[in-house]
């Protein structure tokens, strides 16, 4: 009978592996064929990581395939008046961070930077106070492009405290470095300045503004 079995603490020698073959370079590690010779991947990795390749650069190791490397869900600590009218573009920051797993959102200019090539679902609730305007442009802006959502409400009355409130959701392709933000435009404003809440009632019960992501794979 044939025993196939390999015993673990004996070393495996791949220096006589054929041509180009080369030497393990690790105590421990994983060896791989680049189309020429074996070679080793560079670093360990850290625990709870797993290796990955993108099928045409060496494999690395990286976040484990059940944990999300990028996410951040952000709102409004509080309501921010006089922000944009009469067609004049307003970046919604949002400085109260839920969480911020990476690190990639920055809560004082309300600004996503892409950690990594890839694709990112982003997201966004402002809410606008009524009576300011006739209609509101909402936008998701990516180095690479925007992604536009207007609306138009037919009447805005100041004295009831009319709300508008406008959801928008993309997927988004980004390359590492690249950004993204939010920017509100009001049109045709009989006052020139819009007012963004914190929350859809003023009793704190319901929707409340928000811009928020994550990475679609790592």
Known sequence: ????????NIPIEITKGGTNASALSLTY????????KISTVSSLGASGQVLTSNGSSPPTFKGSV???SSIFAASLSGDVVTTTGSGSSYTMICDSEGFDVGGDYDSSTGVFTAPETNHYFLCTTPIVLGGL?????????????SYLLAGYVTAWAPVTNDRMCKHL?????M???DTAFVSIAVYDSPI???????EFLPTGFGAGTVFEGFILGT
């Open 175 to 177: 390359d590492a470095g």
């Open 29 to 36: 590690g994983v060896v791989y064929y680049d189309g020429s």
């Open 66 to 68: 059940s944990a999300v």
């Open 192 to 198: 020139p300045k819009a007012t963004l809440l914190k």
């Open 169 to 173: 959701s993309t997927l988004a392709d």
């Open 133 to 145: 305007g006739s209609s509101v442009e909402v936008s998701i802006v990516t180095s690479n492009r």
């Open 1 to 8: 009978m044939t025993n196939n079995s390999i015993d673990s």
